[in-house]
Each structure stands twice: as C-alpha cells, then as structure tokens.
C-alpha cells in the first residue's frame, strides 16, 4: 500500500523560505518519478518540480531558480526547497509518486499516488 505524508507547510513572509518534506512508504522512492504540485483555489493542479531515477531535475518556470527538489533514497524522503517566496506562491502543496510514461512531469494525469496535501500561504 503506497502512502505519500507530506509536512513541513505553513505561513511565510514574501521574500521567506519554506521547506517541505513528503515520506514514502509501500514502495521504492529510488525507482520511480517523484514530483510536487501544488494547486490554489479555483485553479487547476500544477506541476512545481519534478525529480528523476538518475536525479535529474524539472522545474515550472513560475518557480525556477527560487525552489530546489530533493530525495534522500535512505529514509524514502522527498523535499522542496522553496526560497524567496511570493505571495503567488501560496497554495496546497501536494507530493506526487509512480508514474506512467505518458503525459508529461507537470500534468497531473501522470501519477497515480498523492499525498493529502500541506498549505503553503504567503504575505
């Protein structure tokens, strides 16, 4: 059974630094697509950040060189890394894991396990 838990959300200033974290548990973090998204009210889910096997990383324009994705293989752990902070920002964060081939990292359609979620609210 796949459980995805994230934590580490909360109120920031703009300009501020957040950082998330997601356990895994039910499968191995080190042979599958992990990636964030992050959804605000009344708008679609988005894909933030996305991390590969070979650790390779893709990020959302809106977020490039302000967040930085991470996994420890060790504890099953994914993070963001999310630094000057905007108000636009704010958000559910959700962790995102196993994946198919199809789509691409930041449509939703892609994974098929996601954590419940962590807010993210920035002023």
């Known amino acids: 059974h796949v459980q995805l838990v994230e934590s580490g959300g909360g109120s920031a200033l703009a300009g501020g630094s957040v950082k998330l974290a997601c356990t895994a548990s039910?499968?191995?973090?080190?042979?599958?697509?992990l990636a964030w998204f992050r959804q605000s009210p009344g708008k679609q889910r988005e894909g933030v950040a996305t991390?590969?096997?070979?650790?390779?990383?893709k990020y959302a324009d809106s977020v490039k060189g302000r967040f930085t994705i991470s996994k420890d293989n060790a504890t099953n752990t994914l993070y963001l890394q999310m630094d000057s902070l905007k108000p636009e920002d704010t958000a559910m964060y959700y962790c995102a894991a196993v994946c198919t081939y199809l789509y691409t990292w930041d449509d939703h359609r892609k994974y098929s396990n996601w954590g419940l979620g962590t807010q993210v609210t920035v002023s």
């Open positions: 039910g499968f191995d973090k080190s042979s599958t697509c």
């Open positions: 991390i590969g096997r070979d650790d390779t990383t």
